[in-house]
């Protein structure tokens, strides 16, 4: 195994770490709100959109910073801080604070968690090239959806005895994590050295000038509003209109980790097969299958098919997003440009978090597979736009000779 594949396989332990962490106890701060602090699902849905908007500035303002310090200082230094901020939250949860402090820490944590992953994804991009990016972000994939897989579901029993334990976890988790990255990962990055430049802020905007760029961050921004159903929407209308208890929502959010797990492979070598903007389009269609489908049933079975739907799309839509951003990015724009889609990532989950909320509170009560449906035909909209950007990329760029290398075989080199 040579030195670039176990250095993906290190990012991929400690993203699945940090989803490990998260699932314990982030996925049912919604429920905490409702449950606990006796919030309406709108107020509820509207704090955690707002917490998701904050993401969104951090993603660009790390992105642009990985360009100038490196990747892998700046992963670290934001998990440091992150560590404390989620300290700061379980220590409120215990002690039963006042909810502004509450808030404020979990803003902190939101604002913070965002820094990782779009600096982590210019890593990938710096060590790959166009054709093993589609296996690299799998790779990652898999990482993230084996730690989302088994946090929720040991969070969802845990938080019927005490949500301030899962969140100290979460802390702990994450502790862990800045001592693998620290050990293990190489920051093998040399854009100080050879630019020394400042932070543009002003450049890392008007990088929407790329007209590519705008469109699929356009486009990202809509699919993730569907993708974040599955932590709020989903919660609501389980929780609150079917009365199911916190343990069956953790294991909804296991069937879509372990689907990824499982299958990221395989969705890697069908998407080989075709352009990348063809891909992005059944992905979105698999999420609409899915989701669109939720409201119409009322028990676990049928619920969990849905959201295995929509996950065999997530396996699609999310490391080809990545991936159609790497490959138009210049070697000296990539932490920007991935930072940007992060940007719209974020904005897209604060949209979809207060849309779930506004649903479930104003439409679900009037029609109950309203909000699913409406969810639905968001993203038919975002795989039609995927797919109209054929026109704008060349061949390369959309994937037509992408091929991800096999998994069992060590030939990925060094970019």
Known sequence: MNHTRRAMISLAVANGLLLFGYGL???????YLISQKGLPASMAGLIIALSALSRSFSSAIAGELSDVFGRKNV??????????????????IENQSQTGW???????????????????????????????RVEAFGIIRVGLNLG????PAAGGFLVRFSYSYAFFLTALSYCITVLYLQRVLQNDFHAVSERRRRPQ??????????LRLAKICLYVLLITAVNSQLVVGLSVHCNTYLRMPESYIGWFFTVNGLAVVFLQYHAGLFMSRMRLSTAMLLGCILYALGYGSVGFFGS???IAFGVLLAALGELIVNPGEQTLVSNIASAQTRGRYLGMVMVFYNMGSSLGFFAAGWLGQYVAPLYLPGPWLIVGAVAVLAGL????????LTDEEDGKFTAPIPIKKDTVTLH
């Open 75 to 92: 992963m670290l230094w934001g998990l440091v801080v992150e560590v404390a901020a989620m300290l700061g939250l379980a220590l409120c």
């Open 25 to 31: 106890s982030l996925p049912f701060f919604t429920v």
């Open 102 to 132: 509450l808030l404020l820490c979990y803003f902190l944590t939101a604002f913070f968690g965002a820094v990782f992953r779009p600096v982590s994804n210019a890593w990938v991009t710096d060590n790959t090239t166009p054709k093993q």
């Open 201 to 210: 802020f002003v450049s890392l905007l008007l990088s929407l000038k790329d």
């Open 300 to 302: 676990f079975t049928p």
């Open 385 to 392: 736009g995927f797919y109209a950007l054929r026109k704008d």
């Open 148 to 151: 989302w897989a088994l946090g």
